[in-house]
DNA sequence: CCATGAATAATTGTATACAATTATACGAAA
DNA sequence: TTTCGTATAATTGTATACAATTATTCATGG
């Protein structure tokens, strides 16, 4: 499938740029439909038009931006309806991740992961946000490593950059860390039993109850730009 | 997310480009780790190096091919393990697509998959392979289209090309298309009844036996080259 | 004969030049 | 004033030129 690794080759021009404007994106320095000029882009990193475009078509296919022929390329924003979307599919996928996980874990990674859990506990008492969003992403790292699956983790890592960048928006409220922490350790238990349905089981329910946070925690005003065409109704579950 | 219609442009060279590579490699006309050269493809297709490049990026970041920093494009071969992930993740994906279509499906949708069983019953008593495999095709179209998910019917669609990629090498052996048939009409039914649940099920069974059919049928002997690496263990289910 | 390494060729990476398309400015007519 | 159309500018699409890297050839020495 895709993605990542693959286009990484940092020390080239394309690269660079690719990595550059990715981040600023992600980090959110550009708002929805901001249009990306070739020649300002490149002046702005010193390098020509080629290495630029070559980024463009890489970023268009991330979905990051969108190419119009002839026209321009601009900064894709996501919908509400589709950041739900990204969790339900996540939701699958995280758990499929974890199930697999039961079978094909190594002893470093479940040690791994058992400090992680220790060291989640830890910080969620004292509401350190950085370490905490630190650990909760390399918990579901070590998942998506463990579940040896080149395949589903790519897929996997692909959705995270969505969830970084929504995160971003969403102010971390208390209260979520110390529940995801126990919900870390579910998952992690029903792992280290072999119990491979529990595991997926806990893993999907985890996403889902991350996605219903932070609904709870204002994803609406941070996403207020829904597209209005059929609406969002596929909601009912 | 990603793929397809933005990149489509199919009246820029770099577009005809990447469409005539793409369908090369998804027909087989080129070996695992084929390398392609930017200038032989360029004078094949009448044009320069520049619109093939751009065309090569994006067929990196589709998992097509690969590229290594100053040496070539390679094709990327998928193996047999990638394959049966594949398909234990379009499993559960196609599931979310019938469940989230219950709530979404229009009439017209509707009625064109009960024409599109109706039709695949004729065809399946009389073996005709090829309309079998292009009702087949358009009947999780129907689905995709249905969930009312950008990013759902988007992900369905890239795994697709791999499905096709796969079933060309393996032969469609008789006996599946009347079953197939069969779960397909379940599968409708359930969204017709409004059983969220049960579309959800017999989606997913419907792809692995899809996929078990395969294996019976010589997907190993089609893909023999499967990495040693950490073997194929993710497998129990 | 084989191994080594320098010279050469081939290929990719980047920059620039030119063509085609689209956006903008501005003046004339209603 | 507004609207339309043309001229101009800005921007993207493609081709080519050059630089950097990698592959190949082939002579030399062991």
Known sequence: MSIKDEVSDKYSLRGRVYNRIREDILDGRYNNNDELKE????????VSRTPVREAFRQLELEGLISIIPNKGAYVTGIT???VKDIYMIRSKLEGLAARWA??????????????NIYLSE????????DQIAELDNRFHEIIYEACNSKM?????????????RVRRKTLSKSGRSTKSTEEHKMIMEAIKSGDRDLAEKTANDHVINAYE?????????????DEKRNGD?????
Chains 1, 2 share one sequence.
Do not use: C, W
Request: negative net charge; without cysteine.
């Open 39 to 46: 020649i300002a882009i490149g002046e702005e990193l010193g």
């Open 80 to 82: 509400v309806k589709d």
């Open 102 to 115: 039961v079978d094909n874990i190594t002893p470093e990674q479940m040690e791994e992961m058992e400090e």
């Open 122 to 129: 830890f910080h969620a008492g004292k509401n350190h946000t």
């Open 152 to 164: 589903l983790e790519n897929q996997l890592r692909e959705y995270h950059e969505y969830v970084l």
């Open 213 to 225: 946070n932070m609904v709870k925690n204002g994803l609406y005003e941070a996403y207020p730009s």
């Open 233 to 237: 109704k596929n909601g009912q579950d």
